[in-house]
């Protein structure tokens, strides 16, 4: 999935803290396969000079389409996540902070601090686990895959998988 690159050029950070307002615009595919957005999100990034580097606080905030975990429907809703990151160019500090750490290492000679990451860890950190259109979702049918919430099912209602079959003659001997 390509992701949109978002720079923020070394001769911007002119101050001991600063903050950029930005627009990013998502890839068209879904994010995590669980949503989509047609509209570019808000980025706000507070970035602070430290002696070693940079400290990003990101936000990013924006209207979403989510896809119902149980049936399946699209519906409108909101995201906003929050990452905070530093920026080194102590390559030491970065491998002290491991492959998870939220240190990352910039190169001396760099010219922009790329937050392209940091946006679209936001972005992931932001969406629920299982977005559910509403609470009462009834979801689909497991047998004809109707929409519960749109119409009845017309299914008998038995589950007739004759693979299951063979359990029904099971005995158990239960001491009580």
Known sequence: MKQEVLQIPFSSINKERVSFNLKYTCPDEPISGIAVCHEPLSVVC???ALDNG???DTVVRGEVIFFCGRCGSEFPGRIEGTVQTYFTTDREECEEGGEESEIRYISPEADALDISQDVWDAIVLSLPSTPLCRLECRGLCQRCGVN????SCRCSGKDNDPRWDGLK???FNTKE
Not at 148 to 151: I, M, Q, S
Request: no cysteine; glycine share 0%.
């Open 54 to 56: 940079f400290l990003a």
């Open 148 to 151: 519960l919430n749109k119409t």
């Open 46 to 48: 507070d970035i602070t």
């Open 169 to 171: 003659n099971i005995k």
